[in-house]
């Protein structure tokens, strides 16, 4: 399995709050996305990676930013979290060939009350 | 938008039966993938189709892309309760950017 670890798994907060998930890889890939999964959208992507620093809007960017100042690590931030950013978000990486992502996180699940 | 619709969303079916999932685009699909993903976990490859017509196999499922390579069924013999899950089609039906299909959920009743 591709070396790729999510945290935290699951986690409860409030609306307004910020809200940051960590993508780590040890793989070395250069390109490392962030997807959200709902039912009935499937997988939408929020952003993505091409390198250290360089980072790219993806179609359901609105209200997420993204970092990634080392090459295994691709931070997720919500600055004041709201209810419709409920979801179970999914990282995952690809060494370029082809634009598709090919390895997976587990997935975190985010609750916002 | 939804670039690639799937149907049915939901399928419940009793183990040792068939069924199949249908993704449809509106473009020409060049390149076309079929992913597992069981419950609480990422995303698995399962096979990719390229050429119109073209049919793949992995162990009782089989995946074909039509003709005109606007839409791809995957075909599930004898339904086992682990072949439960997510399936999901991905394509890059735009050449900008790589999508998800709206996904169907499989639940097999032992």
């Known amino acids: 399995d591709a070396g790729i670890t999510q945290s935290p798994r699951h986690k409860v907060t409030e609306t307004g709050t910020p809200v940051t998930l960590r993508c780590h890889q040890t793989?070395?890939?250069?390109?490392m996305y962030w997807y959200r999964q709902d039912p009935g959208h499937g997988l939408r992507l929020i952003h993505y990676?091409?390198?250290?620093?360089?980072?790219d809007k993806g179609e359901v960017s609105d209200g997420y930013s993204v970092s990634r100042s080392k090459t295994e690590d691709f931070l997720l931030t919500l600055e004041s979290a709201t209810s419709s950013q409920t979801s179970v978000y999914f990282c995952?990486?690809?060494?370029?060939?082809?634009?598709?992502?090919?390895?997976f996180g587990d997935g975190t699940r985010l609750s916002i009350l | 938008s939804q670039e690639l619709e799937q149907s049915p969303q939901s399928l419940i079916v009793q183990e040792g039966k068939n069924l199949t999932i249908n993704c449809t685009s509106s473009?020409?699909?060049?390149?076309l993938y079929w992913y597992k993903q069981k419950y609480g976990e990422g995303l698995i490859f399962l096979m990719m189709?390229?050429?119109?017509?073209e049919e793949k196999s992995h162990e009782k499922i089989t995946a074909k892309l039509d003709e005109k390579k606007q839409q791809s069924s995957l075909h599930i013999t004898a339904s086992q309760p682990s072949h439960a899950g997510i399936y999901l089609c991905?394509?890059?039906?735009?050449?900008?950017?790589?999508?998800f299909g709206t996904g169907t959920s499989l639940t097999v009743i032992p």
């Open positions: 995952a990486i690809s060494d370029g060939t082809g634009k598709r992502p090919q390895h």
């Open positions: 189709l390229q050429k119109g017509g």
């Open positions: 793989e070395n890939h250069r390109y």
């Open positions: 473009k020409t699909l060049y390149g």
């Open positions: 991905g394509a890059d039906p735009t050449g900008n950017q790589f999508y």
């Open positions: 990676s091409y390198g250290v620093k360089d980072t």
